[in-house]
């Protein structure tokens, strides 16, 4: 488990506002590592979050960097059980979380926000799923 800097992003709720926020990243160079989108909003794990911030923000995107954490999750059952119970033995609640695998990949990634996160990496700091 990792900090990581997710960009919260205000969009529009119409059709192709998701294609020209993605136009605009891939004019820039930026990769998308991982995405949620929300009806207005949008979640985003980025290759260069400050350049990303910069480039929204010239497109009159409302754009908030946010620390989030991020885990590579074992493609098992259980997995994500162990995980939350885990969290939530802790006192540790899960504000939200994303992710996803394919049937045969062996790992996933998992973008996470909780209201403790130096405890939540405290605790899984020594933990290998």
């Known amino acids: 488990m990792e900090k ?3 960009l919260y992003v205000i969009i529009e709720d119409r059709p192709n506002s998701a294609g020209d926020l993605f136009r605009i990243l891939k004019k820039k160079n930026i990769s998308v590592y991982a995405v949620g989108i929300f009806q ?4 985003l794990y980025v290759s260069d979050p400050q350049k990303t911030v910069a480039t929204l923000h010239a497109n009159n995107y409302v754009v908030e960097e ?3 954490l991020r885990l590579s999750l074992p493609n098992r059952q259980g997995a ?4 939350t119970m885990k969290l939530g033995k802790a006192g540790i609640n899960i504000d939200y979380l994303y992710g996803a695998l394919e049937p045969k990949q062996k790992k996933g990634t998992i973008i996470l926000e ?3 996160p ?3 990496l405290q605790i899984f700091r020594n933990h290998e799923f």
């Open 40 to 43: 207005d909003t949008a979640r």
């Open 114 to 116: 909780v209201d403790q």
């Open 66 to 68: 946010r620390d989030v």
């Open 80 to 83: 994500l059980m162990e995980l």
């Open 4 to 6: 990581i800097k997710e």
């Open 118 to 120: 130096e405890l939540a």
